[in-house]
């Protein structure tokens, strides 16, 4: 989870015994976090996690060079790659080099040194976290994954999306991966979805529409030809209009739905992009809505936007997800999130979510009822995830919805009429974020939850009026559940930990994060002044991490990570190093400052310098703006200087106990 890293309670509990502990135990952090690895649930009452997100997008946005509030294009992100793309080109033609990618690399960097001179890049992991900050005990992670589809026959072969690292398949099980797009123009991943009647078709959705503050933004649909094989061939980016009008990019895909025997007809459903709920907007993007192509398969797709609401096929509404009938592409039902007044075109009032139904929606212009209303005009309120089971006649249907900060509605009639089954929080506070659910093929009662920390897997088996936890192993933050079409005690979930799999129907799971599985996301990498395997750097939810002297990696503190610095000076066989956590100036819960360590294999001992809850520390004041990620750099002198920006600079010339203003206070004011 994007996560506060100094918990309130506990910094509470540092002033109460004087400061005098120089660092954070890992035991005294046990006290606050038995409910959820990364936050404890005393910060809940300081800072909703929305605005946690909201502070989080800003810092990312203005390393990319987007202003807060303003507008920005995000065709040119794709011109960029594809200029590099003919400029690696031209480089590799001019020396003779062989274009492509190294193989994964060993725990060590000792392979750097084969790297072409022609700008092969080698990875050095980490492949993967090997402690990662997870349920009951410690597992593996990797990165933030978000969406899954297995095979419809073979339970071995799977599909997996990441919020940041492409599209990876296994063949195995899981037992190894494969990334298939990482030439594509788009690595962030919303959806993935196997063709029913040809299993070597597969539609990947890129940007990611989890409606978090970093979920960034696609350029449409593509299709992958020959999946399985060893040689897939890749189609897209796919998204234009018979008008020839781009009417994807810019924006996240939801969910895609294939026809069971005719994948030439596909639905696709948009939504926003990066900033699901942050400050950050493309200009000029295209609405949002329902889309179909019945030329999928075809050289040149096209899409046709359907109206799902009263407004038209001129809506601009984020669908979210979709459902269809299993063997009657005419039922799908559209989870319709709420929103507020837009100045669109046409305009868009305010209006609650919700699901709506089609019986026709292979007709030239099909018809959408509203069934069930979902109160509320934000994510936050209204994002609800579907998932479908067909027995005999009988068609049931899930929905996970935020409302009441965590609903299981279920529909027995093909989502005509819903029946509230559980309001039980599970996905509380973070509901535009953390929602999945899936249901048994063959058992209708049987039904698998996902949600925040209270509930990052849970199982039900009286068609979802409770729900059990099974969540030992798993990193919380639970973005997707796929129960194989073949084998329903084969489950595989997805969460900001990376990929797991279940062989007992959710019983226990197994850690997919693999040396073959890269997803993390780096935030900032700091290297040793003269060893080149020592590096740190900081990760989102996934911990600060070092590759240590002996090139193997580990964990080294929690939560997000964020800049990292090594002192400069450092001698050959030891280390200074600094790194920032999230830093917030929110009154009664100030976190501001940075982390000190000299211990080349410290784990979660880091000493903190800088503010705790309010007044100063160590020369930091608490009530400075703050970004969320505060700057932190090194400069000359031994040891070496540090500095730390809030809106102030700071300067510290031993190790920052104590740490100096050197600039105006504020620098500016706005």
Known sequence: ????????????????????????????????????????????????????????????????????????????????????????????????????????????????????????????????????????????????????????????????????????????????????????????????????????????????????????????????????????????????????????????????????????????????????????????????????????????????KLAVTAIGVGENRNVVDLAMEPGNPDRIIASVVGTAALATTPPTPADNGGLFLTTNALAPIPTFTKTLDIAGTTSTATRTELAINKVGGTVTVYAASAFGTGSVYRSTDGGQSWTLMVDNNFCNPQCFYDICIDVDPTNANRVYLGGSPALPFGISSNGGASFTSSSTGLHVDSHSIAVAPSNPQVIYFGSDGGIYRSNNAGGTWTSLSNSTYSATQFMSVALHPTDPNFTIGGTQDNGTNMIRFDGTWRRTDFGDGGYAAIDQSSSATGVTMYHTYFNSNAAGGSVMGYAFSEDANAFENWAFRGCQIAGTGNGITCSDSVLFYAPLETGPGTPNTVYYGSDRLYRSDNKGLVNVVVSQAPIEVN
């Not at 597992?139 to 690292?165: D, F, K, L, M």
């Not at 797009?181 to 597969?202: F, H, K, Q, R």
């Not at 994807?248 to 030439?264: F, K, Q, Y």
């Open 1 to 304: 989870m994007r996560k506060v890293l100094l918990t309130v309670g506990l910094l509470t509990l540092a002033a109460l015994i004087s400061w005098a502990s120089p660092f954070i135990s890992k035991a005294a952090l046990s006290i606050f976090t038995d409910d959820d690895p990364d936050i404890p649930r005393t910060w809940k009452n300081v800072m909703s996690k929305e605005e946690y997100m909201l502070r989080r997008v800003e810092h990312i946005a203005l390393l990319r060079g987007i202003g807060t509030g303003l507008p920005f294009n995000p065709a040119l992100r794709m011109q960029a790659i594809q200029q590099l793309d003919e400029q690696q080109g031209r480089l590799l033609a001019a020396t003779g080099a062989p274009e492509g990618t190294s193989a994964a690399g060993e725990q060590s960097q000792s392979n750097l040194s084969a790297a072409a001179i022609s700008g092969t890049w080698t990875p050095i992991g980490p492949f993967p976290i090997p402690n990662g900050q997870t349920v009951g005990v410690s597992t593996p992670v990797s990165g933030r994954t978000v969406a899954i589809a297995v095979h419809p026959t073979n339970p071995e072969i799977a599909y997996v999306g990441t919020a940041q690292g492409g599209l990876y398949r296994t063949t195995n099980g899981g037992a190894t991966w494969v990334p298939l797009m990482d030439n594509a123009l788009s690595l962030a991943i919303g959806t993935v979805v196997i063709a029913p009647s040809n299993p070597e078709v597969v539609f990947v959705g890129t940007g990611e529409q989890s409606f978090s503050a970093d979920s960034f933004f696609g350029v449409g649909m593509y299709r992958i030809e020959n999946a399985s094989s060893a040689s897939p061939t890749i189609v897209g980016p796919i998204n234009r209009d018979g008008a020839n009008n781009d009417v994807l990019s810019g924006r996240a895909i939801g969910e895609i739905l294939v026809h069971p025997t005719n994948p030439n007809i596909i639905f696709v459903s948009s939504t926003s992009g990066i900033g699901g709920i942050g400050p950050a907007t493309p200009s000029s993007l295209p609405n949002r809505g329902l889309f179909r192509s019945t030329n999928a398969l075809s050289a040149s797709p096209t899409f046709t």
